[in-house]
């Protein structure tokens, strides 16, 4: 019989091993059909229980991803519940598998309760701009295109991510929010609504003739195709300034026609005012004027427009190629003739650039003398 040399300590039957000695493989034998009568239970139930959790944890995510699909929530939010989803349910199925083999599992909560704590407090912000990231995204106060105001800030929503929301400006600046800023703070949608009110502050003189003044600043609104009817336009007195009676006026629109009728109402209601006579008070200045001439230095020189330098974007061989391919001609003695010139314009390209190399190796080395 063949034998193999064993030092370790085994319990079975009433028999106790310890030490080196020799064991026969029907020792061998017997010693694993004890360790499955104290063992394979546990881990055929441990293997039962991953393979049932883990196809319930893959139904439970597709039942989830067809609800988020449902709903108007974006993709990047989710994408990112469904990640965090899939990470509880693997955790708790693990602690389920070592708990069914007898390990025990106070201390392993009790670890993972206290890595959660520390690495929460190490990332406090990014967790709490995640947080508002998901928040924006399920509630959804604004969506990509509209214009918004955020903490001050005013633009067009360019995107929305998980930690940051970034918006352009009417002069085209990027500015970018972190989402605990955007979520704690006042958020106005110009563009959630269809129709907005525009809103005008004009200021007359005190001898105007104010029925006139109201008449005008409502022709002005009715006569621009794009101002609403119903609501009426309004006009009226506001306020009596110490030099000026300031009448405020309003009219509704669609939201994407707001400066439109802005800017047309502002430029006509001042030419119609200077027709009908009506005066626009102004802060008066007192000029005195001088008798000593001034001579200003200038400097003699005319203007020239020096064009940008501007870096040609980088093509790949292969459109270079596409783009030779389509200027060649067509007909094979031209064709040849071209190819030459081609190979030719190439040689006196390489021929420069070494000539220009070597130029510029011998700048360096009259430099360093």
Do not use: H
């Not at 955020?150 to 972190?178: F, M, R, Y």
């Not at 030099?243 to 009219?251: E, G, P, T, W």
């Not at 994407?256 to 027709?275: A, C, G, P």
Request: aromatic content about 10%; hydrophobic content about 40%.
């Amino acid at each position: 019989a063949s034998y193999i040399r064993y030092n370790a300590k085994a319990d079975y039957g009433d028999k106790t091993l310890q030490g080196e000695r020799n064991m026969s493989w029907s020792e061998i034998w017997e010693a694993m059909l004890n360790f499955f009568k104290t063992s394979g239970v546990a881990l055929v139930k441990a293997l039962l229980i991953f393979i049932i959790g883990y196809v319930v944890i893959r139904v439970v995510l597709v039942i989830l991803k067809r609800i988020f699909r449902k709903t108007k929530m974006q993709t990047v939010a989710q994408n990112f519940l469904i990640s965090l989803i899939r990470f509880a349910l693997y955790l708790i199925l693990i602690i389920m598998i070592l708990a069914s083999m007898g390990v025990e599992i106070t201390g392993i909560v009790a670890a993972l309760a206290s890595a959660g704590l520390a690495i929460g407090l190490a990332l406090q912000n990014s967790l709490s701009n995640i947080a508002s990231g998901i928040v924006l995204m399920v509630a959804q106060p604004f969506k990509e295109g509209d214009y918004v105001s955020l903490n001050g800030q005013e633009g067009k929503v360019k995107n929305v991510k998980i930690l940051t929301t970034a918006i352009v400006s009417l002069d085209n600046k990027l500015i970018v929010l972190p989402n605990s800023v955007v979520a704690n703070n006042t958020i106005i949608n110009f563009s959630n609504r269809k129709q907005r009110r525009v809103d005008f502050m004009f200021s007359v003189a005190y001898e105007s003739d104010i029925q006139l003044v109201r008449e005008t600043v409502l022709n002005v609104m009715k006569s621009n195709g794009k101002v609403l009817l119903k609501p009426e336009p309004f006009c009226s007195i506001k306020v009596f300034n110490s030099s000026s009676v300031d009448l405020f006026a309003y009219c509704w629109c669609d939201t994407e026609d707001y400066w439109d009728v802005f800017f047309y109402v502002m430029d006509n209601v001042f030419n119609e005012f200077k027709r009908n006579g009506i005066t626009i008070p102004y802060t008066q200045v007192e000029v005195r004027m001088r008798e000593d001439k001034v001579k200003m230095p200038v400097i003699d020189r005319q203007l020239e427009r020096v064009e940008k330098e501007r870096q040609k974007e980088k093509k790949s061989k292969f459109d270079e190629f596409l783009e030779e391919f389509e200027k060649a001609p067509s007909n094979k003695k031209e064709f040849q003739e071209w190819k030459e010139q081609r190979k030719k314009e190439k040689q006196e390209k390489a021929e420069k650039r070494k000539q220009q190399k070597l130029e510029k190796q011998q700048k360096k080395q009259k430099d360093k003398k």
